[in-house]
């Protein structure tokens, strides 16, 4: 029997998103591309849940946007990581690593 796959843990695209952009900056579709290699396969994001995610980020100036000429040579929206972008990856890694720690040892209980 398959494993289900494709459904993000709640919370954690915009984390998902910070992470890919800080390797580099990189177009919309590319950034969910990049989020499936990633987890090789385990997750997919959806466009419309990503788009909006992208805007949310942007207006929190966490990440910028510019447009460049794509691989494929259209034009496309790129995005990076900007410092206060860092700074918020730097602190939901860490509590995402605290929170995955607690549910471990929860399971871990005999």
């Known amino acids: 029997m398959a494993e289900k796959t494709g459904s993000l843990v709640q ?3 915009d984390m998902l ?27 997919s994001v959806n466009a419309g849940s990503l ?6 980020l942007h207006r929190a100036g966490l990440i910028r946007a510019e447009w460049k000429a794509t691989e ?12 206060e972008g860092q ?3 730097g602190t939901e890694t860490r509590e995402w690593g605290r929170q995955v720690a607690a549910i471990a040892r929860i399971l871990d209980a005999t």
């Not at 950034?31 to 997750?43: A, H, K, L």
């Not at 494929?72 to 410092?83: D, E, Q, S």
């Open 87 to 89: 700074k918020r990856l």
């Open 51 to 56: 788009f909006v995610a992208l805007q949310r």
């Open 11 to 13: 919370g954690t695209l």
């Open 72 to 83: 494929n040579t259209r034009r496309g929206k790129y995005y990076a990581l900007t410092a």
């Open 17 to 43: 998103i910070l992470k890919t952009l800080a390797l580099e900056p990189m177009h919309g579709y590319g950034i969910g591309v990049r989020i499936g290699q990633m987890s090789q396969g385990v997750f």
